[in-house]
Each structure stands twice: as structure tokens, then as C-alpha cells.
């Protein structure tokens, strides 16, 4: 049989722990290690520093993590394949060619471009398609010891190397398919290894105080196991593996350049410790398009947040809002009387305080005013200083969280999609060859498969007013200007319940902010779990900053704080559950005393 390829992830995004590309280098065998440092945010980020020099436009970070470790990678014959090119790949492939030069290693180093697309969406500050693994693959088959890529999919940094190792083809889909799930699992670094998991508090504080970093043991058949090194924090079992799986996906069919996957075949088994096993996984052709990636840039933005303290919130607020209108803008919108309203204004009154606070934060409520507009005048210091003029005018307790700025850019996130014939997929290899990476396979038009059979709901009984996480977990994130928002249980009882009672309606009701929003409920009976799409709630996308948590990532936790009526037995067996697995008592952190 052939040996597993053991595939290891260094970063889920651009700022991941730094010493991680060390670690997994020294805490273990492995034979690819991977990073992951793109997001649609850090694709803008990056776009701004291309504006500000033309040779930048790569994750910096990459670089000073391979001055310590590129020895030691070549040392112990692990491949490292990155996507921290960004906007310039060859750019960082030289880059990393003199670090090589300097320290003397000798490695061979490779890179994937024909993702930007820039030419083609002149309007857009970055424009990048989603590319797969093909690239990478000839690149490590010609020998490449590092490959550093611009957009590839977050899959493609593991479907490249095991179809290299492997052999595999473009028709080989339950194989791919398998991979791009191991990679999507591995792609958010420690996520997968008991970071932001729902049910953290059944485990010690020490055991999640550093979590290590994922690893894929990837079978011939595509079969995996995730795992991490021995001896490192976090634990890996079903619960935090389906967390992963559920995290920014929507349906059944999980589409890209590479295959589609199928996740609702996919199975997930704890084969011991720290080990789940992937398998089962069905793939189909891919789809004839590539998405592709645009951020522009939507504007300007500034904001004033004043603390509202004590009593009379609701009037306080309301004088500061009349005074801002009447004294920034010259009235109100509605009355058709500004002079130089800015295209978008919103505010927000977060009720932060408590009653008979014993503390001055405690008794404070939080007023923010958000302004966008083309023109950065119309936001600027115009705006945030007039504010401030009304220190001595205003309310009682006026005050502000921050001093007031002159505005900033933000983005607006939106994807496209190309034919995929229309994108020419480059591998540079280690001798300067470029290699067109040609598709010569099927593909399939993506549809959405009919909703499964739910299973039959449990039986009538006693309930209880409970919060719906006490039997359910949950993670979120954006996709764009969507957010993605999975739910799953761990019984077959509780899933009999969930599937019933957490409808589109429901959801709706526990969460007003999506009451006028589309909701797509997606079931994945496999997993037991439902993924809803709440379409347009985070506006352009997390660059725009449209609301309190503007990429979704507590959404889910929101949702599981949110009271419905629960079975009692589902609470009985999460309580024995609970009683089984409290950990040890660890002494609580009290708050450190600051000396002059």
C-alpha cells in the first residue's frame, strides 16, 4: 500500500501565529507544509500596498518566517506550497530565490500565476480567479522545493501536492474531492484542532491555551485522517473537524476549479485520539466557470461612537443625534434640508448598560454613527470634529471612545465569473520553464440537489426554555456581502429535533437582523447539521465594515444564546454529558494589579 502523504497547515490567514511554519517543521513528520494567508479582505490589503509600490503586493510575513525555517525545511525534505504571493507571485518567488542566495540553503523554487485578471475588470483596485491545484502539482512534479501561488482556492494548497504525489488526474473526482475536503478542513490553521469551537468549555483552559496546528494524513483513494503532532495543544475529534467542514460552505455541492465535492457524503469517524477520519467523499466534474475575486474601492468612511452614561439613554441619544444632523448637516435628510449629507448615514444604539452599575463601563450604552461617502470631504473632519465641538453643548457625561479622524477608504467585495477556458492557469518552474496548466476534463454545470428526507421528528414530550447552543454548536464567517452560518448536534436525537425545529422561519425569529433578509436553509442529514446563508447581511462584504461584526464570526454564537423551547430530554442527556466531561477546576484569571 502506498504511504499516506502527510500534509500540514502553517497559517489560516494573513497575521497567523508567527512561529507556526517552526513548529510544525520540528514537531513532527511531514512531507508538504502549506500556508494559507489570502482572504478576500487581505486581497484589498494588499491591493493598497501594490498602489503604494509595485513590487509589493505579497504576504511580507512568509518571507521572515522562511529566513528562519527555510533550512530546516529543506534539512527534513518538506515541501512548502503557499498562496502568500497575493498579487505578485513571481514578485515573492525571487524574493525568496535571494533568501535562498543568502543563507545558502539551495532549494528550488517555483511559482503559479494567470490568476489576475485585472485587465479584464479595469474598474477594480484587485481581480483575481479562483485557480486549482494544477499548477502546484506540475511544479512540485519538476522539483520544486518551495511553491508560492497568488489566488488559488484555500483547497488547491492540498489537492496540488497529492495529486502530484499520488498521480492523479482531472478525472480521478472522488479522489480530488477528498483532498479539497481534507483541505478545507486544514485551511483555517487551528480551527480544526479546537480553536473558537462552540463546545470549548468541556475542555481544560491549559488545553486550549495554544492549540496546534492541523495536519491531513491523505490515503491513494483520497481517504484522510486529520490529526496534529503529538504533544501539541488543542484535540481534534468529530465535533471540531464538522465544525470546520460547516465553516463558510453553503449546500450539498462544494464547487471548484479542481471537482465539486460532495458534502453530504462525506463521513467522519474518531479513529482514536486526536484522529478523524474523512472518507466516503464523492466528487464530480467541476463547473465550466472560475469565479473570480473583485475588490474596489466603494468610498469613504468615518465614524464617532459617544458613551452614553447613567440615566435617560434613550433622550441622550436622541439630543446628540438631533445636534450632529442639525449642526453637521444642516437637518434632517428626511426633511429634505441637508446641505452636505453624506450618501450613507447609520446609527446605532448598542445597549450595553446595566442598571445600578457597579462600574462606569457597566453603566454605559454606546451611540455609534457610521457615515459613507464618494468623497472623502463629506466624511472627514468636517464630520468628526463638528461632533466633537458639542463636548460642552450636549448631554450629560458627553464623551467619545476615540478622537476623531478624517476618514478612511474601505472596500466593496464582490465575485464574477469567467469561462474557465478564457484563463491562462501558469506554472513556473524551478528553471524558469512556464508551463500552460490545461483543462482537459469535463465539467458541470452547478445546480442544487433536491433537500434530503429529514429523519422522523422526536416525540411529543416536556420542554424546557433553554438556549439552543446548551445541545447544538455552531461557527459562521462571511462569503462576501453573505453569511454563512452552520448548525449542527451531536445525537441522532438531537438532529431528529433540530432538523424539525430550526426552520427558516425560526431562524428568522431568533435572529431579527435576518427577518427581512433571504435565508437559505441547506441539510446535511451525513453530519447532522444545517447551513444557512443569510443573504446581503454584511452589505459589500467585510471591507465595508456594514455592521457590528462586519466578516459574521459571532453570528453563530448569537444564535446559540438565543432561548427556544428545547425537549428536556435533550437537556438531561446534555447535562449527564456535561457532568462526564467537566474538566479539572483551574484557577480563574483575576485582574492584575497596575503600579506607577
Request: glycine letters at 12%; a negative charge.
Amino acid at each position: 500500500m502506498t504511504a499516506p502523504l502527510r500534509i500540514g497547515n502553517a497559517s489560516g490567514f494573513y497575521g497567523d501565529r508567527f512561529d507556526a511554519l517552526r513548529d510544525m517543521l520540528t514537531g513532527g513528520p511531514l512531507d508538504v507544509l502549506t500556508g494559507d494567508y489570502l482572504a478576500e479582505l487581505t486581497m484589498l490589503i494588499l491591493g493598497r500596498d501594490r498602489l503604494k509600490d509595485p513590487v509589493r503586493g505579497y504576504a511580507k510575513t512568509f518571507l521572515r518566517q522562511l529566513e528562519e525555517s527555510l533550512g530546516l525545511a529543506k534539512e527534513r525534505g518538506v515541501k512548502i506550497v503557499a498562496n502568500a504571493g497575493g498579487l505578485n507571485p513571481a514578485g515573492l518567488a525571487d524574493a525568496v530565490r535571494e533568501l535562498d542566495g543568502r543563507l545558502g540553503v539551495g532549494v528550488r523554487v517555483a511559482h503559479v500565476e494567470g490568476d489576475d485578471l485585472g485587465g479584464r475588470f479595469p474598474d477594480a483596485l484587485t481581480a483575481n480567479a479562483y485557480l486549482g491545484g494544477g499548477g502546484i502539482a506540475d511544479c512540485l512534479r519538476a522539483g520544486a522545493d518551495v511553491v508560492v501561488t497568488g489566488r488559488v482556492t484555500d483547497a488547491a494548497l492540498v489537492t496540488g501536492p497529492a495529486a502530484a504525489h499520488f498521480g492523479w488526474g482531472e478525472g480521478d473526482h472522488d479522489r480530488l474531492a477528498g483532498a479539497v475536503v481534507a483541505g478545507h478542513i486544514l485551511e483555517c490553521g487551528t480551527q480544526a484542532t479546537g480553536g473558537n469551537y462552540a463546545f470549548f468549555g468541556e475542555r481544560s483552559q491549559r488545553e486550549l491555551l495554544r492549540p496546534g496546528f492541523p495536519l491531513a494524513e491523505i490515503h491513494e483513494d483520497g481517504t484522510a485522517v486529520i490529526t496534529k503532532h503529538d504533544g501539541t495543544g488543542g484535540f481534534v475529534d468529530v465535533g471540531t473537524v464538522t465544525a470546520q467542514l460547516l465553516y463558510e460552505t453553503s449546500g450539498a455541492r462544494y464547487a471548484g476549479p479542481d471537482v465539486t465535492a460532495r458534502l453530504d457524503t462525506v463521513t467522519l469517524t474518531q479513529e482514536g485520539p486526536d484522529r478523524v477520519r474523512v472518507s466516503g467523499v464523492r466528487g464530480e466534474a467541476p463547473p465550466p466557470t472560475l469565479k473570480v475575486g473583485l475588490n474596489r474601492l466603494g468610498g469613504f468612511r468615518n465614524e464617532v461612537v459617544f458613551v452614553l452614561t447613567g440615566l435617560d439613554v434613550g433622550a441622550k441619544a436622541d439630543l446628540v443625534r438631533a445636534q450632529v444632523e442639525e449642526t453637521v448637516f444642516g437637518g434632517s435628510a428626511a426633511a429634505g434640508d441637508s446641505k452636505a449629507w453624506p450618501a450613507e448615514v447609520t446609527w446605532d444604539l448598542i445597549r450595553t448598560d446595566r442598571p445600578d452599575a457597579d462600574t462606569e463601563e457597566a453603566a454605559s450604552a454606546l451611540l455609534r454613527l457610521v457615515v459613507r461617502d464618494p468623497q472623502q470631504e463629506h466624511v472627514g473632519r468636517a464630520l468628526s470634529g463638528a461632533a466633537i465641538e458639542l463636548a460642552l453643548g450636549s448631554y450629560p457625561g458627553f464623551h467619545v471612545t476615540a478622537p476623531p479622524g478624517k476618514g478612511a477608504p474601505y472596500g466593496v467585495f464582490e465575485a464574477a465569473y469567467v469561462e474557465r477556458g478564457t484563463v491562462e492557469h501558469v506554472a513556473v518552474l524551478p528553471g524558469g520553464e512556464r508551463r500552460l496548466v490545461e483543462s482537459t476534463g469535463d465539467s458541470l454545470v452547478l445546480e442544487d440537489l433536491p433537500q434530503p428526507p429529514l429523519p422522523p421528528p422526536l416525540p411529543d414530550g416536556p420542554t424546557r426554555r433553554a438556549p439552543l447552543g446548551l445541545v447544538a454548536g455552531a461557527r459562521s464567517g462571511d462569503k462576501g456581502g453573505d453569511a454563512n452560518v452552520g448548525v449542527w448536534v451531536r445525537t441522532e436525537e438531537a438532529w431528529r429535533w433540530l432538523a424539525h425545529e430550526l426552520t427558516v422561519e425560526r431562524f428568522r425569529e431568533l435572529l431579527p437582523e435576518a427577518a427581512e433578509l433571504t435565508v437559505v436553509r441547506h441539510v446535511l442529514p451525513n453530519l447532522r447539521a444545517l447551513n444557512f446563508v443569510v443573504v446581503g447581511i454584511l452589505g459589500a462584504g467585510v471591507a465595508s465594515q456594514a455592521r457590528f461584526d462586519p466578516q459574521a464570526k459571532g453570528i453563530g454564537e448569537w444564535l446559540r444564546a438565543r432561548h427556544l423551547d428545547i425537549p428536556a430530554a435533550l437537556l438531561e442527556a446534555n447535562e449527564a454529558t456535561e457532568l462526564a466531561t467537566e474538566p479539572a477546576t483551574e484557577p480563574t484569571i483575576e485582574p492584575t494589579e497596575v503600579r506607577p
